[in-house]
């Protein structure tokens, strides 16, 4: 198992950036693909950004493509989601998450443990 700790989250202006960090635990880091998620409320989970367990690939959703990007550094035992260009649309609470999924994880449904989540909010 692994537990997973985000941070990085705030309140930033419209077109402003924030970087978020989630740092897990165990040695086995290298082992589970990665992804943020989020969620606005009344809205369910979404998908943001997945990424590789060697982090070679990576996996956006459309609506972060070109703003966003997902890295991680296994020896750190920590995976970032950069976000330049932020919008009002991307308010909501977001999620770092672990899967051991043999395929590529797309879905929470494949993600077996999740942090508890960090803020994000973008004033207009």
């Known amino acids: 198992q692994v537990q997973l700790v985000e941070s990085g989250g705030g309140l930033v202006q419209a077109g402003g950036l924030l970087r978020l960090s989630c740092a897990a635990s165990g040695r086995t880091f290298n082992n589970y693909r990665m992804g943020w998620f989020r969620q606005a409320p009344g809205k369910e989970r979404e998908f943001v950004a997945a990424?590789?367990?060697?982090?070679?690939?990576?996996y956006y959703a459309d609506s972060v493509k070109g703003r966003f990007t997902i890295s991680r550094e296994n020896a750190k035992n920590t995976v970032w989601l950069q976000m330049n260009s932020l919008k009002p649309e991307d308010t909501a609470v977001y999620y770092c998450a672990a899967s051991t999924s043999v395929g590529v994880p797309l879905t929470a449904n494949l993600y077996a443990y999740w942090g508890q989540g960090t803020q994000v909010t973008v004033s207009s």
């Open positions: 990424i590789s367990r060697s982090g070679h690939s990576t």
